[in-house]
């Protein structure tokens, strides 16, 4: 359990600590000359159990808040310390505010200094203490008399702390791992270390780690846990790492880092939050105020701005989001403290909601259904709200990753709540097994309309399709849908087109008479550079018209492809062609190739070569800039599907509800 002392200034927090641990907290020089405590301390007490209780000792002073912030982030249990001489002061209210505000319920109360007053005076002070508590997270803490002097008391608070640690909740240990830095120094023979307070998870020795945000990569040499060595850390642990790796430094890590599993690597500079005002504060918070934000041990910049359409007034709460000045490495729900941008006083705080949120479309209906849903604290029950927010899909991969979940949550989710999942690549998105039916049943219901006005034409655009769907997914989610409805042999993804897999589009008797002396011309040697529509006519003896028609409906039945005004290339041929540019992308270190390059790939002449390229830009299959082309590997299969990877083709395995889990190829 890890205790941290609060309370004004020399009201006698470090004289406390000593008193119960043997340890004298203030470790710097200056604060052994001033007699009072400027940085953070750290002192350890064994107890028979065998577990060991960690103290971290705060300063009082009001200029040095943030640096009891950055103490507070990562304690289970409050001390408050308050002079009976002096009473309730104005550090000890800040101070209380803060522990509020951090949501720490676990805590007593030490009314310091006992001996320098009366009985009277005690019972006075412990009353008017009461009446401070009230309405807090520590409304209910006990309140012990102690003096560092006499040592009244000292082995009764003492005898308090340890019961407390017997019955405080473990801190679950399956979230991935988080580490909040709250000092870092070199030790000669051993390199450099960090200390800070396990926010969640565990590491042991040997553990590849990531210093975010600056995103440094390390590995954990050894450890202290609770000032021991040790093999492993868990959530909820005072603990010390010897890292080592590329630009591992003192200099290159600050206080407010986060060492974390590499996984969870995705620092933030937007986040949506519930705010709570002060009911202190003599103004309400206006839009785009500026202010400090404090997270576990960070301290950063930020500006507020206000979702609702009035002001936030003292005492009230709501939805706000937080713009920084520069990245943090959070997770959701952790709370976090404000205060005004001078750093005088505390003015609020509350708890993260969303670390992805929007820029735009903020205050909408919908939005405001998504953020409800993220607000519940339970991650299941979050989930599952929010699955039925528009856009009704969502990446369950970032999701779990921004409650620092464990990853193996996925799968177990995906059964508990019954989901369809979509993969593309590392992304994962999820949706009811309601809303993919239907997603299915609207696509299904536009092509057969479709179809039944069309019966000549191929099937509907794959974009326009994508737009008018319903739920509507991304570009990538969505080639990973219809590939599962082909795989249901419901739908058949036709080039640029989508169709039913029972519809056809046929040619007459005579148009497929026509066809059989047609499509020679435009395979063999010369595919690459067929004859255009007048060379076919001239060669056919069949009017230029005539031939023209043909070869649009053999196009609308994904027999050719019109790459440029009148020339046709074969399907086949095309997807060849895809295959090339993606050969050429692949040979590249940075993924790109010239039209020089295709030419000299396909033999053709440069403006026919070109002709073919600009088809490919229009229809996504490749990304244009300044003539350096690249494919996109998201519409690649636009023609037909390439040959995959052995890693590609074997995928993730199967889903639960006996449903495929679908990759993107």
């Keep these: 359990m890890i205790i941290g002392t609060s309370g004004h200034i020399d009201h006698g927090k470090t004289a406390l600590v000593k008193a119960l641990t043997g ?3 203030d470790r ?6 001033r007699g009072i405590t400027i940085d953070l301390g750290f002192a350890y007490l064994p107890i028979e159990s065998g577990d060991i209780l960690g103290f971290i000792d705060v300063p009082g002073h009001e200029r040095l808040v943030h640096t009891m912030l950055a103490g507070a982030g990562g304690i ?9 001489d002096d009473g309730v002061m104005p550090q000890t209210r800040e101070h209380l505010a803060i522990i509020d505000l951090l ?55 003492r005898a308090r702390l340890v019961a407390a640690a017997r019955v405080a909740t473990r801190h679950a240990a399956d979230s991935r791992f988080r580490l909040a830095v709250d000092r870092c120094f070199t030790l000669t023979g051993v390199g450099v270390v960090v200390t800070g307070t396990v926010l969640s998870g565990s590491v042991t020795i040997d553990d590849q780690v990531v210093v975010s945000p600056s995103g440094l990569k390390a590995r954990v040499r050894s450890m202290h846990v609770q000032n021991r060595p040790a093999q492993r850390a868990r959530a909820g642990d005072r603990c010390a790492l010897n890292l080592a790796g590329d630009g591992i430094t003192k200099d290159a890590i600050q206080r407010g880092n986060v060492v974390l599993t590499p996984s969870l690597h995705a620092p933030t500079d937007r986040i949506d939050a519930r705010l709570r005002l002060l009911s202190s504060e003599a103004k309400s918070i206006r839009q785009w105020q500026p202010v400090r934000l404090h997270h576990a041990a960070a301290e950063v910049g930020a500006h507020v701005v206000l979702l609702d359409d009035k002001p936030l007034a003292p005492g009230e709460e709501a939805d706000v989001q937080l713009v920084l000045d520069h990245s943090i490495a959070t997770a959701v729900p952790d709370r976090f403290v404000i205060r005004d941008a001078s750093a005088h006083r505390t003015i609020g705080g509350g708890s993260f909601i969303d670390l992805r949120p929007p820029q735009r479309r903020r205050r909408t209906p919908e939005r405001q259904a998504q953020r409800a849903a993220l607000a519940i604290a339970d991650h299941t029950e979050a989930l599952a709200a929010l699955l039925q927010t528009s856009p009704f899909a969502w990446d369950i991969t970032a999701f779990l990753r921004d409650r620092a979940r464990p990853e193996s949550d996925e799968n177990s989710l995906i059964r508990e709540l019954q989901l369809v999942a979509l993969s593309t690549g590392a992304t994962r998105v999820v949706l009811t097994i309601t809303y993919w039916r239907q997603l299915v049943s609207d696509i299904i219901a536009q092509l057969t309309t479709f179809h039944a006005e069309n019966p000549d034409r191929q099937g509907i655009g794959r974009e326009l399709l994508r737009l008018s769907s319903k739920p509507r997914l991304t570009v990538p989610v969505f080639t990973v849908a219809l590939a599962r409805m082909a795989a249901d042999r419901e739908i058949v993804p036709d080039g640029a087109f989508v169709r039913l897999a029972s519809h056809s589009v046929r040619m007459l008797a005579k148009d497929e008479e026509a066809w059989d002396a047609i499509a020679p011309l435009l395979a063999g040697e010369t595919r690459f550079r067929p004859p255009r529509v007048r060379d076919i006519a001239n060669e056919t003896g069949r009017p230029e018209r005539d031939v023209r028609r043909l070869l649009k409906l053999a196009g609308r039945m994904g027999r050719v492809d019109e790459v440029a005004h009148d020339h046709f290339f074969l399907r086949d041929t095309v997807h060849e062609m895809v295959g090339i540019v993606a050969d050429l992308s692949a040979a590249a270190h940075d993924g790109s190739f010239t039209a020089a390059q295709f030419r000299d790939r396909v033999e053709n002449g440069r403006k026919v070569a070109i002709q073919i390229l600009d088809f490919f830009d229009r229809h996504g299959v490749t990304l244009n800039r300044d003539d350096i082309r690249r494919v996109n590997k998201h519409r690649v299969d636009l023609f037909g599907p390439l040959v995959q990877s052995s890693s590609a083709r074997n995928g993730r395995g199967s889903s639960p509800v006996g449903c495929p889990d679908f990759k993107s190829g």
């Design 28 to 33: 710097l020089k200056e604060e052994k000359a």
């Design 23 to 25: 340890v004298d907290a």
């Design 103 to 157: 949501g720490i319920s676990n805590g007593i109360v030490a009314l310091s200094k006992a001996d320098l007053a009366s009985a009277e005076r005690l019972v006075e002070i412990s009353r008017q203490i009461r009446d401070v508590l009230a309405g807090t997270t520590l409304a209910d803490a006990e309140i012990l008399p102690v003096s560092t002097v006499s040592g009244e008391g000292i082995d009764a608070f």
């Design 76 to 84: 289970d249990y409050a001390l408050l310390v308050i002079a009976a």
